[in-house]
């Protein structure tokens, strides 16, 4: 569907022809008509499918349409993280620049006063993060007794965050006849069902790219390693020999990643770290180089994982395997986007291997095995299993002098007992034995 063939005001289809935006993707093409109907829509997408555009210019034609200047915030959309929040706040403003729509910031990480100031001037759009929202709401700061508009962006992360609580609590602040939209990679996570009743009236549910559909454009390996030093190797060598013009490094702790991104400073190749830890400032400025180029490489945790949205990611690399399904999708979700072409490869220790094929199993897919051939390791992945669900190269079980006697010969004894009445079998316990090889531990970070 061509955005020409909507029905969007002529000042929101300039700032789409400006920006070289001319098709849909589909989930564009199948939310914009609705939400422009005024349904509240309960969406399941994978990350870079297009869906900020898709509830920001439904809600954009609407006050275009229907200018309100004296009425307080119009649109309110919550987001997990302080990133996220800054990247839908700048496709607004990319958005209306040939209007007079103003938006508005409210994350941790910024002077609270200077938040203050911003809910003073009643933005038309308000993009905030749960926990400082609800701090301004408990000072009285905010208003949403006119609000139209309620979004609930990558609520499935919002709610691994621990934000249930605060989403109901802002909810039930703002005006009940708002139309709602809720946009989550899964809608199968615990917690989802309460918040999308309690929420949402009468949902119409559109399921388009779920996280278990195969990123077609997005070639997935894996790379097998003995250690944290054999990774390190293969980290280095991956950067210093794939073509690409910027990558992120994925590690599960922030310690780590500070640690892995000294190494690859060391080794003279342009890295940076984001992670939780650090404040607003360091987070913006990390961002920026990237941006520029300072840096090429990022070495984050699963911070960045959503909602980053930064052109030119061409390698993703997980040094350790996302923790599940999900995140593994929205670690790699940082390529591939807008029907780019993508590289994601996961290091894979033997504490990870059951991990991994869970995810594989999640995904119903199954990855690429690959070697550097000056850097093979020692460990060629668990033993393969047989049909019978035993593993090869076990040894051989002796046939006992009983068991030879079971398979072709009736003893004596038991020719005299044919006919006779069998004595009730003992409580002997029996225990059944797992076939197969026992999982590895876990080590930890």
Partial sequence: MLFSDLALHE????????????????VQATVIPKALDGKDLLVSSETGSGKTMAFLLPALNHFQNTPAPRSGTRMLILVPTRELARQVLEEAEALARFTQIKAGLITGGEPFRHQVNTLRKNPDILIATPGRLLE????????FNDLEYLILDEADRMLDFGFSPDMLKIASECRPDRQTMLFSATLQQKGMGELIDLVLREPESLTL???????ENIHQQIMLSDDQKHKEKL????LENERFEKAIVFTNTRNFADQLCGFLRYSD?????LHGEMDHRERKKMMAMLATGQITILVATDVAARGLDIKGIDLVINFDMARNGDDYVHRIGR?????????????IGPNEWNLMSGIERYLRTRFEKRSVKELRGNWKGPKKLKASGKATGSKKKKTSSADKTK??????????NVGKRSKPASRATTESVDAGFEPLKRKKN
């Fill in 407 to 416: 398979a072709g010969k009736t003893r004596q004894r038991d020719k005299k």
């Fill in 11 to 26: 000042r929101l289809q300039k700032a789409l022809t400006e920006r070289d935006f001319s098709k849909a993707t589909p």
């Fill in 269 to 273: 190749l342009k890295a940076g770290v």
């Fill in 209 to 215: 790219n779920t996280a278990r559909e195969k990123h």
């Fill in 235 to 238: 980290t280095r060598w991956l």
């Fill in 136 to 143: 301004h709401m408990e000072n009285n700061n905010t208003d």
């Fill in 335 to 347: 390529t591939g986007r807008a029907g780019e072409k993508g590289l994601a490869i996961s290091l």
